[in-house]
């Protein structure tokens, strides 16, 4: 076929690029960004000087292994550094897998909820996303099992998933893992892992260390406040680590993001202070949400997806405009197939009140729309 100009290969153009949450709310005062899961307690201020610190060496290249950061990380994590690489941000790691992994027509799976990046790698690898249905929106491992072919080489799995909030306990990413054919290599996103209080969680630390076809990630945009410098990692068998190394652009994780990312993992009080922040007003929110009459999911993460009523008026959508107008910037999901919720990332003291006296105005709102 003549081609009239460059054409993408196959499967680029089915890719619907990522839609990052809103960032602002026009006309509102005071804006409260609780769209993207970021943590509300910020940087390390410890980071931040590693930043001030290094700026002025930021003609000179990295060290393109990023050694003195794996190092830390393996020290905080009691992880093997040599079994440790750097992105920028998890989602680098991620591409990078599917892009060792997938040849094109080879399929991935990943769960019907599951997090959008994992179609957007797949595609752009040239694989066959393969999509798992959940139960009570959460991964379901026999609905996984169900769709694994001669031609599967990733099973993508966010513990705990974004958006909805819910994981499945160590005992079933065990069975998961242990039956999988030894071909398939499980991914386990594991980027909210710091955030999860239960006993019967598993980042994958133990699976990955263990098993020749488990790797985790982790990120460091999440809990320690780093999203906008792009660094994330992977652990797992040398195999898999040696493979995403040939491909990784040499420098792909700079010198700023290496800086603050020692400075933050160093710092475990600041990291224990956002947990324990979140353990207290997960559940508040959780609660009193509900008290208003609104299905809220179970999340063990830093974040809730809110159920909405379909009437219209009382929408999400309408939520959405309601809630910006006073300057709460929640996160629409209709990406992910959940056009009736909004997600709401745990935010600072006053957020938290502030959303939660905003849902109980638009909830009486409506009512009172309604019988008048
Ligand atoms: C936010 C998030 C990531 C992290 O992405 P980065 O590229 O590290 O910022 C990865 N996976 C899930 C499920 C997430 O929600």
């Keep these: 076929m003549i081609m009239s100009r460059p054409v993408p290969r196959p499967g680029v153009l089915d890719i619907d690029a990522y839609v990052p949450g809103k960032a602002g709310a ?5 804006v409260f960004k609780l769209s993207a899961n970021e943590s509300p307690l910020g940087p390390s201020p410890r980071a931040v000087q590693a930043l001030r610190d290094m700026a002025h060496e930021i003609a000179i290249y990295p060290e393109g292994s990023s050694h003195k950061l794996r190092e830390t990380v393996g020290a905080v994590n009691g992880l093997d550094p040599a079994r440790i690489i750097m ?24 769960t019907q909820y599951g997090f959008l990046e994992y179609r957007i790698v797949t595609l752009a690898a040239g694989g066959v996303p393969v999509v798992a249905p959940e139960t009570h929106y959460t991964a379901d491992v026999d609905a996984i099992l169900e769709r694994v072919t001669a031609r599967t080489r990733i099973v993508f799995l966010a513990n705990p998933n974004n958006p909805t909030g819910s994981y499945l306990p160590r005992g079933e990413i065990e069975r998961l893992a242990n039956s999988l054919p030894p071909h398939v290599l499980l991914v386990l996103d594991a980027a909210y892992a710091e955030y999860v209080v239960n006993d ?25 406040g780093l999203a906008g410098l792009r660094l994330g990692w ?23 993001a290496s800086a603050a990312g020692i400075a933050s993992a160093q710092d475990v009080a600041h990291m224990q202070a956002a947990v324990a922040h979140n353990a207290k007003w997960l559940p508040w ?64 003291d006053e957020a938290n009140v502030a959303v939660v006296a905003a849902l109980a105005d638009f909830m009486e709102d409506r009512k009172a729309a309604a019988n008048g």
């Design 200 to 224: 019967d969680y598993e980042s994958g630390v133990a699976l990955a260390t263990s098993r020749d076809n488990v790797v985790m990630t982790r990120t460091f945009s999440k809990i320690y």
């Design 87 to 110: 992105g920028a941000g998890s989602d680098n790691i991620l591409e990078l897998l599917a892009l060792a992994y997938l040849a094109p027509g080879d399929e991935a799976i990943y």
């Design 285 to 348: 929110l959780t609660r009193e949400i509900e008290a208003l009459g609104l299905e809220v999911l179970p999340s063990v993460a830093n974040f809730v997806a809110i159920r909405f009523p379909t009437q219209p008026g009382r929408a999400a959508a309408d939520a959405d405009r309601f809630l910006t107008s006073r300057g709460l910037v929640l996160r629409a999901i209709g990406a992910y197939g959940m056009g009736e919720f909004l997600r709401l990332t745990v935010g600072l």
């Design 26 to 30: 026009p006309g509102a005062g005071r």
């Design 234 to 256: 992977g652990y797992g068998p040398s195999h898999v680590i040696d493979a995403l190394n040939r491909i990784r652009s040499p420098f792909n994780v700079s010198t700023a």
